[in-house]
């Protein structure tokens, strides 16, 4: 199985900062990499697809990257609606697979 | 909208089936992919296992002698069926709508106890 390493594990930021999340897998998944943020309660929604296309309706201040086997998430100008868990997900191959998460915390 | 919705009993007790329905509305399931995940308490994610708008399936090899997903083409729902539960298959599952850029669409999910 590919393996996804997730970090931080927990992100406490300010209003109006910018963060980042990093997921590192186990081998080359050739940008396909999903970015998920879920919120107490509710289900996961879908920010970012193949590493780096924005979903329909998800706020330009989310934007993806990648370098090698390493995938980020950024988060600009952070607002407090940013507040929940963010994981990735790989679907490369199957099984699919996800990190283990990042719980953000807005100051 | 794409609308996912699962059903099924809150509590298993050890040893028994665990047997979940996601009633999908708006959205054809013989269209795309539509699978199955679950949200350990701690938060580790599990992909389960899916069915293609064909009616193939795929299960994640951890799961796979466990597993049964089926589909009932003209109520639009797809069943997940897990044998043998123990206390670790304790989760919050999801139903969800699989695409090639990710899963899209999502159920509110059913959080599930295996307990005596």
């Known amino acids: 199985d590919i393996q996804m390493t997730q970090s931080p594990a927990s992100l406490s930021a300010s209003l109006g900062e910018t963060v980042s999340i990093e997921c590192l897998a186990s081998e080359d998944i050739y940008s396909n990499l999903a970015w998920y943020q879920q919120k107490p309660g509710k289900s996961p929604q879908l920010l970012i697809y193949?590493?780096?296309s924005l979903q329909d309706g998800v706020p330009s201040r989310f934007s993806g990257s990648e370098s090698g086997t390493q995938y980020s998430l950024e988060i600009n100008s952070l607002q407090p609606e940013d507040e929940g868990d963010y994981f990735c997900?790989?679907?490369?191959?199957?099984?699919?697979?996800f990190g283990s998460g990042t719980k953000l915390e807005i100051k | 909208e794409v609308q996912l919705q699962e059903s099924g009993p809150g509590l298993v007790k050890p040893s028994q089936s665990l047997s979940l329905t996601c009633s999908v509305t708006n959205y054809s399931i013989t269209n795309n992919y539509w699978g199955w995940i679950r949200k350990f308490p701690g938060n580790k994610m599990e992909w389960i296992g899916h069915?293609?708008?064909?009616?193939?399936?795929s299960s994640n090899p951890s799961l796979k002698s466990r597993i049964s997903i089926t589909r009932d083409t003209s109520k639009n729902q797809f069943f997940l069926q897990l044998n043998s539960v123990t206390t670790e298959d304790t989760a919050t599952y999801y139903c969800?709508?699989?695409?090639?850029?990710?899963?899209?669409?999502w159920g509110q999910g059913v959080m599930v106890t295996v307990s005596s």
């Open positions: 997900q790989q679907s490369y191959k199957f099984p699919l697979t």
């Open positions: 193949y590493a780096s």
């Open positions: 969800a709508r699989l695409t090639t850029e990710g899963i899209d669409y």
């Open positions: 069915i293609s708008y064909s009616g193939s399936t």
